[in-house]
């Protein structure tokens, strides 16, 4: 069994062959797929609670990417609330703070941030955080964010991890999961695998951001749900530990992190 934390199945790579890919997932014993409401557009946040409705092995997020932040409007706040009311709705996001392609002010990004925190009090829901720059910058903004909006109820996960080790203990230590995608198994991501390694397997989920970053083998093709084993292997091997170990546990991990029941 395997469990895809982050996928964009509603991307239009995969308006031609949608049903396939789903049943290729099922093929590679991918037993569950959070696919991601946001990263389109606003105008596309009610696919993803769509398409969760018409697939059982399909959970859904909704919430607005940083590269969308300064799109928001009272229209899409209104959207947004909407759609967290739907059924398999299990997390706000992803959302958070990418200082490196910056198709959002910092500040406007940092104020939507802080928006969808409050709606995922308001709604006791995980949150799915995008965070990246090129220094220290956007961590550093995510930490001291999380840290005055946390009343002791917010739960995040670091998707598709790409920082640090110093950065991942200290989020590990404040209660955050920390996901990795197909990056981890990219010939150059030796300190990234180092990272895998050092964290407690309990922390730690898996992803394919598909249709984004297909693993090592793979790489510059599409993505796709079925491919999240190859993440899992190359952390089965990263750390030593047996594939079915790396299969059962990192599912446990994302079924807890969103409560979906067994
Ligand atoms: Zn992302
Ligand atoms: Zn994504």
Not at 33 to 38: E, F, M, P, R, Y
Not at 203 to 229: M, Q, S, W, Y
Request: net charge negative; glycine share 6%; hydrophobic share 45%.
């Amino acid at each position: 069994m395997w469990f895809d934390s982050h996928a964009h199945l509603t991307a239009p790579d995969y308006d031609a062959d949608r049903d396939a890919v789903l049943q290729r997932a099922k093929a590679a014993h991918v037993t569950t797929v959070l696919t991601i409401g946001s990263g389109y557009g606003l105008a596309e946040l009610e696919r993803a609670p769509a398409l969760a409705a018409r697939h059982d092995f399909v959970y859904a997020s909704v919430g607005v990417h940083p590269h969308n932040a300064a799109l928001l409007d009272d229209s899409g706040r209104s959207a947004l609330r909407a759609q967290l009311a739907k059924p398999k709705v299990v997390a706000i996001g992803e959302c958070g703070l990418d200082y490196h392609y910056m198709h959002a002010p910092r500040d406007i990004q940092q104020k939507v941030l802080i928006e969808q925190l409050a709606l995922a009090r308001e709604w006791n829901l995980p949150v799915c955080i995008h965070v990246r720059s090129d220094d220290d910058s956007a961590y550093d903004d995510l930490l001291a964010i999380w840290d005055a909006e946390n009343d002791g109820t917010l739960r995040g996960l670091l998707h598709c991890y790409t920082g640090s080790l110093a950065f991942a203990k200290v989020a590990v230590a404040k209660g955050f999961y920390v996901s990795f995608s197909g990056i981890l198994s990219f010939k150059k991501s030796t300190s990234l695998r180092e990272t895998a390694c050092a964290l407690p397997l309990d922390r730690i989920l898996i992803e394919t951001d598909a249709p984004f970053l297909a693993p090592e083998g793979l790489r510059g093709k599409r993505n796709e749900p079925a491919h999240v084993p190859i993440v899992g292997e190359t952390l089965a091997r990263a750390r030593g530990e047996a594939l079915e170990t790396i299969a059962r546990t990192t599912t446990q991990n994302a079924k807890m992190f969103f409560r979906i029941p067994e």
